[in-house]
Protein backbone atom coordinates (compact mmCIF):
# COMPACT_ATOMS: atom_id res chain seq x y z
CA UNK A 1 0.00 0.00 0.00
CA UNK A 2 2.70 2.08 -0.48
CA UNK A 3 1.31 4.25 -3.71
CA UNK A 4 -1.02 6.84 -3.39
CA UNK A 5 -4.39 7.09 -4.88
CA UNK A 6 -4.38 8.21 -8.39
CA UNK A 7 -6.81 11.58 -8.56
CA UNK A 8 -8.58 12.78 -11.64
CA UNK A 9 -7.36 16.29 -12.13
CA UNK A 10 -10.96 17.52 -12.67
CA UNK A 11 -14.16 16.22 -12.05
CA UNK A 12 -16.57 18.10 -14.40
CA UNK A 13 -15.46 20.99 -15.19
CA UNK A 14 -14.13 22.01 -11.88
CA UNK A 15 -10.57 21.10 -11.13
CA UNK A 16 -10.09 19.06 -7.47
CA UNK A 17 -7.65 21.66 -6.48
CA UNK A 18 -11.10 24.33 -6.89
CA UNK A 19 -13.61 22.05 -5.66
CA UNK A 20 -10.87 21.84 -2.47
CA UNK A 21 -10.78 24.85 -1.74
CA UNK A 22 -14.23 25.49 -1.68
CA UNK A 23 -16.30 26.74 1.40
CA UNK A 24 -18.63 23.79 2.22
CA UNK A 25 -15.89 21.31 0.80
CA UNK A 26 -14.55 18.18 3.07
CA UNK A 27 -12.52 15.01 2.09
CA UNK A 28 -11.35 12.40 3.49
CA UNK A 29 -9.04 9.61 2.54
CA UNK A 30 -9.38 6.30 4.49
CA UNK A 31 -6.23 3.07 4.41
CA UNK A 32 -8.95 -0.17 4.64
CA UNK A 33 -7.68 -3.55 4.99
CA UNK A 34 -8.30 -4.41 1.20
CA UNK A 35 -6.71 -0.54 -0.11
CA UNK A 36 -7.31 3.01 0.15
CA UNK A 37 -10.46 5.25 -0.37
CA UNK A 38 -11.02 8.93 -1.31
CA UNK A 39 -13.94 10.56 -0.66
CA UNK A 40 -14.85 14.25 -1.38
CA UNK A 41 -18.59 15.82 -0.33
CA UNK A 42 -18.89 19.65 -1.80
CA UNK A 43 -22.44 21.26 -1.13
CA UNK A 44 -22.37 24.54 -2.78
CA UNK A 45 -25.43 26.59 -3.97
CA UNK A 46 -27.65 25.58 -5.98
CA UNK A 47 -25.72 21.83 -6.23
CA UNK A 48 -24.16 19.06 -4.09
CA UNK A 49 -21.45 16.58 -5.21
CA UNK A 50 -20.18 13.51 -3.94
CA UNK A 51 -17.07 11.25 -5.06
CA UNK A 52 -15.53 8.47 -4.21
CA UNK A 53 -12.56 6.52 -5.42
CA UNK A 54 -11.42 3.21 -4.21
CA UNK A 55 -8.12 1.68 -4.87
CA UNK A 56 -7.47 -2.25 -4.06
CA UNK A 57 -3.74 -3.66 -3.59
CA UNK A 58 -4.76 -6.37 -6.24
CA UNK A 59 -5.30 -3.32 -8.38
CA UNK A 60 -9.18 -3.03 -9.00
CA UNK A 61 -10.42 0.14 -8.79
CA UNK A 62 -14.17 1.88 -7.94
CA UNK A 63 -15.33 5.11 -8.83
CA UNK A 64 -18.44 6.81 -7.54
CA UNK A 65 -19.41 10.45 -8.46
CA UNK A 66 -22.49 12.20 -7.75
CA UNK A 67 -23.99 15.81 -8.62
CA UNK A 68 -27.04 16.84 -7.82
CA UNK A 69 -29.05 19.88 -8.09
CA UNK A 70 -30.11 21.31 -4.80
CA UNK A 71 -34.27 20.85 -4.30
CA UNK A 72 -35.53 23.72 -1.99
CA UNK A 73 -37.44 22.37 0.75
CA UNK A 74 -40.29 24.77 -0.13
CA UNK A 75 -41.10 22.77 -3.43
CA UNK A 76 -41.36 19.36 -1.03
CA UNK A 77 -43.68 20.92 1.01
CA UNK A 78 -46.93 19.50 -0.64
CA UNK A 79 -45.24 16.09 -0.41
CA UNK A 80 -44.31 16.59 3.15
CA UNK A 81 -47.47 17.90 3.83
CA UNK A 82 -49.24 15.05 2.02
CA UNK A 83 -47.00 12.11 3.59
CA UNK A 84 -47.61 13.28 7.18
CA UNK A 85 -51.46 13.14 6.44
CA UNK A 86 -51.09 9.81 5.65
CA UNK A 87 -49.35 9.70 9.35
CA UNK A 88 -45.76 9.43 8.20
CA UNK A 89 -43.15 10.60 11.02
CA UNK A 90 -40.62 13.58 10.13
CA UNK A 91 -38.14 10.84 9.44
CA UNK A 92 -39.87 8.64 7.41
CA UNK A 93 -40.87 11.98 5.31
CA UNK A 94 -37.14 12.58 5.36
CA UNK A 95 -36.03 9.28 4.34
CA UNK A 96 -38.85 9.10 1.55
CA UNK A 97 -38.02 12.63 0.05
CA UNK A 98 -34.35 12.54 0.27
CA UNK A 99 -34.01 15.15 2.81
CA UNK A 100 -33.01 15.48 6.10
CA UNK A 101 -35.17 15.39 9.55
CA UNK A 102 -34.52 18.69 10.70
CA UNK A 103 -35.58 20.01 7.09
CA UNK A 104 -38.84 18.51 7.43
CA UNK A 105 -39.22 20.00 10.53
CA UNK A 106 -38.28 23.46 8.98
CA UNK A 107 -40.72 23.13 6.10
CA UNK A 108 -43.58 22.70 8.33
CA UNK A 109 -42.90 26.02 10.67
CA UNK A 110 -42.65 27.94 7.48
Do not use: C, H
Not at 3 to 28: F, W
Amino acid sequence: MDNPINLPEKIGNTSIADLLNKPGTKATVNITENGRKFQIESKQQGYSFYGEIEEFDDGTRREVKTLSPKSTVQSKKPAISELRAKGYTQKQVAKELGISQPSVSRAEKE
